[in-house]
């Protein structure tokens, strides 16, 4: 029983291998030209929170296994994967703009703005980007936007689960300062208790005016 076990789980292993190298068929193509960097963000469509950019350069031979669109994964999942990822990668650049912003110029550009950002605060400069569907105006590297991209792209999958482990735990945090909207459940959304605490309560400084219309 015990082989029987073994052999099942070493099956979905080389199941998971197999997966995740066919998620690296972008990297393979442009490895060549230098440092390959996934891109992605989360938090476009809260009512509350910043929107939140990564970017990720993992090893050319990275062996990071369940690298997926993080809304696929547990929230256990990406935690882990948090963790794997910022010890492996060659390096992560975070970028978000908050509120205001996204008030003042709209939630697509303050999107590209963080973005930008992101690309910034790497500590090498990548010579292709992968990003998930967009093109990002203002960046010389050569660009190559991917419909669904988390889910085909290791990089792009990375840099959806650091951004969003990041975007959580910041609406965690203000879960604490503002107890009676439930970030901590929602992370900004539009659920129905959220809608009834601004009905009650009012909007704080972390709710995005413009998405806001009770």
């Known amino acids: 029983m015990d082989v029987i076990k073994n ?3 070493y099956d979905k292993y080389l199941k998971e291998v197999e997966r995740t190298e066919s998620l690296k068929v972008y990297e393979r193509e442009y490895e060549a030209l230098g440092y390959v960097c996934g891109i992605d963000e989360v938090g476009r469509g809260p009512f509350a929170g910043p ?3 990564c970017a990720v350069i993992l090893p ?5 296994l369940y690298l997926n669109d993080s809304k696929k994964l547990s929230e256990k999942k990406r935690e882990e994967l948090y963790d794997v990822i910022m010890d492996g990668a060659v390096s992560v650049g975070i970028g978000m703009r908050g509120p205001e912003r996204i008030d ?3 939630i697509l550009n303050a999107t590209y703005e963080a973005m930008r950002d992101a690309v910034a605060n790497l500590s090498v400069v990548p010579d292709v980007l992968l ?3 967009v093109t990002i105006p ?3 590297m050569k660009q190559v936007p991917i419909v669904k991209g988390d889910a085909k792209s290791v990089s792009i999958a990375a840099a959806s689960i650091v951004a969003k482990v990041t975007r959580d735990r910041m609406m965690v945090d203000y879960a604490k300062i503002y107890p009676e909207y439930d970030f901590a459940s929602n992370k900004g959304y539009g659920t129905k208790k959220h809608i009834e605490a601004i009905r009650e309560y009012g909007m704080t400084p972390i709710h995005r005016r413009s998405f806001v219309h009770l």
Not at 60 to 64: F, N, P, R, T, W
């Open 7 to 9: 052999d099942k789980k």
């Open 51 to 53: 929107v939140v950019a």
């Open 60 to 64: 050319k031979d990275c062996k990071i």
């Open 104 to 106: 003042e110029i709209n």
């Open 131 to 133: 990003n998930d569907a």
């Open 138 to 140: 203002g960046l010389p």
